[in-house]
Structure formats: structure tokens, C-alpha cells
């Protein structure tokens, strides 16, 4: 399967480009900002499969050109793609009232906008049964546990779970099936920098490992879901 993973220079999409890699049947593309984050990611899975194909492209979805890499896409994937999964995001941790305007506009850029635009970019290379698979947070999801601080990153990860039941409606006819999984507690860099004395009971590679399989086959069994994958939140 063609398959993109953006914000695949750590954590939880880091561990899902490794895990994806395994299988001599996919072809990634991973997307991320730091291309030195990338280029060890290659190494590792070279490491750990000598045979696997993996593209790391250096890119940034909210500020980058979108042209190109359309064009980089369709030349590696033949012009199509199987599956996107929207990991790439960002995190403000500050009291409300001392988050500004400027913090609200980069969490909505990071964990919203630049999903948007992919999805919007990359949609004419989208046959049928294409699976798009937003990465969101239970601090997204409506009546869920909410913690003093992450009122900017919240939001917008509530504005992408609701583009999830929007887009998987608009997309029927095209019979591409959208979902996202709204993840809980995660041993990352975020979740350290969100809550730094807790541990997580789940590590990275291991939810890694779920959102890879669930990206691959969920779609025969979920579209349009926000979906919890949580044991705490956090």
C-alpha cells in the first residue's frame, strides 16, 4: 500500500513509519520538519529492513509548498495513495489567561489547518478505498477529562475531530473513509512537556503499532468515528 505519515520525526508517528516499514507490501512517505529527525528515522528502518521502501521528505504542512510536494507524491506513488495518516502536531501549555491570540492561531495552523490542507492537496490522488486517519486527543473529544493549561491545544484538536464526521460524510461518494483515533496518554515528548512528572502507561512504539494497524484495516470496519484510544487521560 502507498501510504503518508506526516509528523513522523518522533513520537507516536515516529513508531508508526517503523512499524508500517515491516511490511514489504508498503510504501511510506514520511513528512516532517527536521530533516535530521528524518534521516535517522531512515537509518533505523534500514536497520530494521534492509528491503523496505521509505521516502523521508523534509516539510512543514502549515508553511511549505504544496505544489511540489503534490508533484514528489505522484512520482513515487504513481499517482496514488492508499492511506494518509495526520500525525503532525504541535502543543502550547500555558494558563488561559496567559495564552494569546498568537498561541490559539499556531495550534489551530498545526493540529488543524495544515491537515486541512494536505487532505484538500492531496485528494485527486485519492482512488476508492482510501483511508485517512486523523490523529486527534481525547482533549479534543466533547465531555472527556480537560486540564488546566491545554485550552489552545484542546480546541484544536476538537476542531479536527468534528472535520473527521464532516469530511467522512462529504467523501461518501468517492467511497474514501475518514476516522479519527482520539489518543489518551502516550509516553512522548508532548505528553512530557504537557504533564513532565507523569509516566504513561503506553510508550510510543507500542501505540505506534496500533495506529499503524488500524490505519491499514479500519477502515473495513469504522468511517466517520472519532474513536478513544486511551487507558488514562493522561
Known amino acids: 500500500m502507498n501510504i503518508i505519515v506526516t509528523g513522523a520525526s518522533s513520537g507516536v508517528g515516529f513508531e508508526t513509519v517503523l512499524e508500517l516499514i515491516l511490511s514489504n507490501h508498503h510504501k511510506v512517505i514520511a513528512l516532517a520538519r527536521?530533516?535530521?529527525?528524518?534521516?535517522?528515522?531512515?537509518?533505523?528502518?534500514?536497520?530494521?529492513?534492509?528491503?523496505?521502501?521509505?521516502?523521508?521528505?523534509?516539510?512543514?504542512?502549515?508553511?511549505?509548498?504544496?505544489?511540489?510536494l503534490r508533484s514528489s507524491i505522484a512520482t513515487r506513488f504513481d499517482n496514488r495513495i492508499e492511506?494518509?495518516?495526520?500525525?503532525?502536531?504541535?502543543?502550547?501549555?500555558?494558563?488561559?489567561?496567559?495564552?494569546?491570540?498568537?498561541?490559539?492561531?499556531?495550534?489551530?495552523?498545526?493540529?488543524?489547518?495544515?491537515?486541512?490542507?494536505?487532505?484538500?492537496?492531496?485528494?485527486?490522488?485519492?482512488?476508492?478505498?482510501?483511508?485517512?486517519?486523523?490523529?486527534?486527543?481525547?482533549?479534543?473529544v466533547q465531555g472527556s477529562a480537560k486540564f488546566s493549561g491545554l485550552s489552545a491545544y484542546s480546541a484544536s484538536k476538537a476542531a479536527l475531530a468534528n472535520l473527521t464526521e464532516c469530511?467522512?460524510?462529504?467523501?461518501?461518494?468517492?467511497?474514501?473513509?475518514?476516522?479519527?483515533?482520539?489518543?489518551?496518554?502516550?509516553?512522548?515528548?508532548?505528553?512530557?512537556?504537557?504533564?513532565?512528572?507523569y509516566q504513561s502507561p503506553v510508550m510510543a512504539f507500542e501505540m505506534g503499532k496500533y495506529v499503524a494497524d488500524f490505519?491499514?484495516?479500519g477502515h473495513k470496519f469504522f468511517n466517520g468515528k472519532i474513536l478513544p484510544v486511551a487507558v488514562t487521560t493522561p
Not at 501549555?93 to 486541512?116: A, C, R, W, Y
Not at 462529504?170 to 512522548?188: D, R, W
Open 34 to 68: 527536521s530533516q535530521e529527525k528524518l534521516t535517522r528515522l531512515l537509518e533505523i528502518a534500514k536497520g530494521l529492513n534492509p528491503e523496505c521502501t521509505l521516502y523521508p521528505i523534509a516539510f512543514d504542512i502549515v508553511h511549505d509548498d504544496y505544489e511540489d
Open 83 to 140: 492511506i494518509l495518516i495526520n500525525n503532525a502536531g504541535a502543543l502550547v501549555n500555558k494558563p488561559f489567561i496567559k495564552t494569546d491570540e498568537t498561541d490559539f492561531v499556531e495550534m489551530l495552523q498545526s493540529n488543524f489547518l495544515g491537515h486541512v490542507r494536505i487532505i484538500q492537496s492531496l485528494l485527486p490522488l485519492m482512488p476508492q478505498g482510501t483511508h485517512i486517519v486523523n490523529v486527534g486527543s481525547m482533549g479534543g
Open 167 to 197: 469530511l467522512a460524510q462529504e467523501l461518501t461518494e468517492q467511497q474514501i473513509s475518514v476516522n479519527c483515533l482520539a489518543l489518551g496518554s502516550v509516553q512522548t515528548e508532548m505528553l512530557e512537556a504537557a504533564f513532565p512528572d
Open 215 to 217: 490505519a491499514t484495516t
